[in-house]
């Protein structure tokens, strides 16, 4: 689940408030990621038969030499023009990048190099529990656990979790039903099944996608099994081979 929105958000709420410094991104993270985590888990066990519902608070490490922290890239928060930027960074000390007609806050995205709750996690699951984990790609911490002013690329994240957990596979849900070669224009054709270097050039594609495809193809590189990216709304089908777009080796 992606929690950048949310946290740029709660950003914003907390400079409101003037009494207290403004909490670190880490902190803004693990709120969001409580926040959805409990809606989720609150949602799903109202479904009839449905095994414990857990949601686990997850911290992930990264490297505090990250050269992610030296250019910042992921996107948070809503959009703001042009005329608002030079007062922005100046009384934040944000940074910002072009998103689109309009500018956004960045912050930096370092690769996530190991999921702290993953024993507990893969216990849960053992034990039966349907397992609500690293929303929003984590918590960052680095070093001894320290928290680390980031937010780690969710996908990046599902994909090291499928990994540490021994999962069969990894499914990256979305609102768009595949990967399209040739998108937006009337060739564009849904991919329904390719491999890891086939994808390759969808890894550079602007917007969500690219990044989707850039951990799930390394996920099936290390591991040897198969990822699969569609919508929501069409899991059984993507998993049938009916929607979607299968990576496997």
């Known amino acids: 689940m992606a929690t950048a929105p949310q946290v740029g958000l709660l950003a914003l709420q907390n400079l409101a408030w003037k009494a207290v410094e403004p909490y670190p991104l880490d902190v803004l993270v693990a709120e969001s990621q409580g926040m959805i985590g409990y809606m989720l888990a609150q949602r799903l066990a109202l479904e009839p038969d449905m095994p414990p519902v857990t949601a686990v608070l997850t911290r992930i490490k990264v490297s505090a030499d990250d050269p ?80 680390v002013e980031a937010v780690i690329d969710k996908d990046l994240a599902a994909a090291l979790l499928a990994e540490q957990i021994a999962a069969d596979g990894l499914i990256i849900l979305t609102d768009a039903d595949a990967v399209y070669e040739h998108w937006g224009t009337p060739q564009q054709r849904a991919i329904r099944q390719a491999s890891p270097d086939e994808l390759a050039p969808f890894a550079k594609a602007d917007g969500a996608m690219g990044p989707k495809v850039t951990a799930v193809s390394g996920y099936v590189k290390r591991c040897g099994k198969p990822a699969w990216i569609g919508a929501l709304s069409r899991i059984d089908d993507t998993l049938a081979g009916r929607a979607g777009t299968c990576i496997c080796l």
Do not use: N
């Open 68 to 147: 992610a922290f030296l250019e910042p890239e992921k996107f948070i928060g809503p959009v703001y023009s042009p005329e608002e930027q030079m007062a922005l960074e100046a009384t934040y000390g944000w940074h910002m990048k072009r998103d689109g007609k309009y500018l956004r806050r960045v912050v930096a995205s370092p690769a996530p190099r190991q999921i702290i709750e993953s024993a507990a996690i893969e216990l849960l699951l053992k034990e039966g529990h349907v397992v609500i984990c690293s929303g929003g790609g984590g918590v960052p911490v680095a070093g001894e656990g320290e928290g």
